[in-house]
T-cell receptor
Framework: AQSVTQPDIHITVSEGASLELRCNYS??????LFWYVQSPGQGLQLLLK??????LVQGIKGFEAEFKRSQSSFNLRKPSVHWSDAAEYFC????????????FGKGTRLSVIA | ETGVTQTPRHLVMGMTNKKSLKCEQH?????MYWYKQSAKKPLELMFV???????ENNSVPSRFSPECPNSSHLFLHLHTLQPEDSALYLC?????????????FGPGTRLTVT
C-alpha cells in the first residue's frame, strides 16, 4: 500500500537554529507532494507543494522543501526557526492525477526553545 | 467569513445522543471532505463529495452519516457513537478536478464521546 513516513515524532530546536523535517513516501507513480502545518486547536494550513519542475520549492513563512526522487523524499527545511513555528507538521502525498485522495504521514511535532 | 468554517468547535455527547457537525466553505470549491484525526494516528479520510455526489466512503461505520446539500455545505450526522470515536473531525475543500488534492482545511470540531 502507498504510504508516507515521517520518521521523527517530536523534534526540539532552539530559536534561530536551522530545521529539517523528514518525509519519505513509498514508491509509485509521479507523486504530488505537500507539507501542511497545524497549530494547536487549528486546522491544517498548506505550507508548500510540489507538482513538477524545480525540485526545490518555496513556501510560506520562510519554509522550503526539496524533492529527491532517488530517495523518495520531500524534506522540509527552514534556515532560522522562530518560536511561532512550534506546531505539528504533516507531509502528504497524492499519486497520479485526478481525485486521488491525499495520504498523510503521522506528523512531526516541533517544539522551539529559547 | 473566509476559508472553511466548522461548527461547533467543541462537542461532548453521550453514546445515545444524535448530533451533527457542520462545515461551510467560502472558496468556491466543488469538492468537500471529512477527516478524522486521532492521537498518534495519521489523518483518516472518511468521506469525499464532488459536485455534491459522494465519491468515496472509506469503510466508515454507519453511525457516521454525511450529507452535502450543496457545494458550500457539508454535514456529518452522528448517532450512537462509541468512546473510540472521540477525535478531532476536520473538514476540507478543494476544486473537484485538476488540483483536487490541494485541500484547504477548517479548524475542526473536537468531539468527546462519554
Amino acid at each position: 500500500a502507498q504510504s508516507v513516513t515521517q520518521p521523527d515524532i517530536h523534534i526540539t530546536v532552539s530559536e534561530g537554529a536551522s530545521l529539517e523535517l523528514r518525509c519519505n513516501y513509498s514508491y509509485g507513480a509521479t507523486p504530488y507532494l505537500f507539507w501542511y502545518v497545524q497549530s494547536p486547536g487549528q486546522g491544517l494550513q498548506l505550507l508548500l507543494k510540489y507538482f513538477s519542475g524545480d525540485t526545490l520549492v518555496q513556501g510560506i513563512k520562510g519554509f522550503e522543501a526539496e524533492f529527491k526522487r532517488s530517495q523518495s523524499s520531500f524534506n522540509l527545511r527552514k534556515p532560522s526557526v522562530h518560536w511561532s513555528d512550534a506546531a505539528e507538521y504533516f507531509c502528504a502525498v497524492a499519486w497520479n492525477s485526478g481525485n486521488t485522495p491525499l495520504v498523510f504521514g503521522k506528523g512531526t511535532r516541533l517544539s522551539v526553545i529559547a | 467569513e473566509t476559508g472553511v468554517t466548522q461548527t461547533p468547535r467543541h462537542l461532548v455527547m453521550g453514546m445515545t445522543n444524535k448530533k451533527s457537525l457542520k462545515c461551510e466553505q467560502h472558496l468556491g470549491h466543488n469538492a468537500m471532505y471529512w477527516y478524522k484525526q486521532s492521537a498518534k494516528k495519521p489523518l483518516e479520510l472518511m468521506f469525499v463529495y464532488s459536485l455534491e455526489e459522494r465519491v468515496e466512503n472509506n469503510s466508515v461505520p454507519s453511525r457516521f452519516s454525511p450529507e452535502c446539500p450543496n457545494s458550500s455545505h457539508l454535514f456529518l450526522h452522528l448517532h450512537t457513537l462509541q468512546p473510540e470515536d472521540s477525535a478531532l473531525y476536520l473538514c476540507a475543500s478543494s476544486q473537484s478536478s485538476g488540483r483536487a488534492w490541494e485541500q484547504y482545511f477548517g479548524p475542526g470540531t473536537r468531539l468527546t464521546v462519554t
